[in-house]
């Protein structure tokens, strides 16, 4: 099994900025692509970033330009800078991992979401 924990969430005013990191642990042989979404409430849950273990990444164009995505391979730990955040930010934020196991099984995991709330 994969476990993902999300942390960095919380309330900021429009216009400032949170890190959200994501840490995985458990029986992953090899951590693929890693990814953010957000689901606001009464709304479909939508693609943010993304990030390939090379380091490729792709943003949802709301976000580019304030959002970066990174990430740790040695911590297996990805990361959401988020900066110049706006009311329509807020969303709950869950982490996504595709991962490969010791067993060779494929695991698509989740993370368990944070909330992030944006203030006018």
């Known amino acids: 099994q994969v476990q993902l924990v999300e942390s960095g969430g919380g309330l900021v005013q429009a216009g400032g900025s949170l890190r959200l990191s994501c840490a995985a642990s458990?029986?992953?042989?090899?951590?693929?692509?890693m990814a953010w979404y957000r689901q606001a409430p009464g709304q479909e849950r939508e693609l943010v970033a993304t990030?390939?273990?090379?380091?490729?990444?792709k943003l949802a164009d709301s976000v580019k330009g304030r959002f970066t995505i990174s990430r740790d391979n040695a911590k297996n730990t990805v990361y959401l800078q988020m900066n110049s955040l706006e009311p329509e930010d807020t969303a709950v934020y869950y982490c996504?991992?595709?991962?490969?196991?010791?067993?060779?099984?494929?695991?698509?995991?989740w993370g368990q979401g944070t909330q992030v709330t944006v203030s006018s």
């Open positions: 996504n991992a595709d991962t490969i196991t010791v067993g060779g099984g494929r695991i698509i995991a």
């Open positions: 458990g029986s992953a042989l090899a951590i693929n692509d």
């Open positions: 990030i390939t273990r090379r380091g490729r990444t």
